[in-house]
């Protein structure tokens, strides 16, 4: 019998218990210089929709050049998510956005990414995706056109990820050690 969403997530939380900063931020290091290569290998022009690493998410931009990339933001407001253009440079002037994590300023235009980095708690080798259950990521993704990667640490790939029919799948996963193409 596969374990549910919910023992998954506490599993996890039990794994990011047990390792120390310092070992995040090399893997974040590593992971940033990775997934930075993966997404200039794409055209460049597009706009890349990110967001802000929760603690126990990793830092995926370190190694990013503050005033190359063309990024946007979540903003979530009730139920639903939009992105805004914004830039790393601007992380300063974020404000809570009331659940837990920072977003981009009112003001800033709104814009379609064309490519999407998603955080996960788990992520199978299927791009099946565990979140952290609140749905904003699946709703945005189920009229979502682009290119969806999603980001983690390698210890949080599982075999399989239990799944429910809202949920989406990702193009790619990318980790500190690999880079896993969906078929």
Known sequence: MSPSKMEMRKHIKNMFSQITKETLLKKSEELSAQLLKFVASFKEGKVTGAYYPLEDEALWFINWDVNRAELAFPR?????????????????????????????????????PDVLLIPGRAFDDKGNRL??????????LANFKGIKIGICFDFQIFENIPLEPHDQAMDYVVTEKRILKME
């Open 131 to 140: 979140g952290r259950g609140k749905g904003f990521f699946d709703k945005y």
């Open 76 to 112: 979530i407001e009730s139920d639903s998510m939009r992105f805004i253009r914004s830039s790393l440079d601007e992380l300063k002037d974020w404000s809570e956005n009331g659940i837990s994590f920072k977003a981009p300023p009112e003001g800033n235009p709104e814009v379609t």
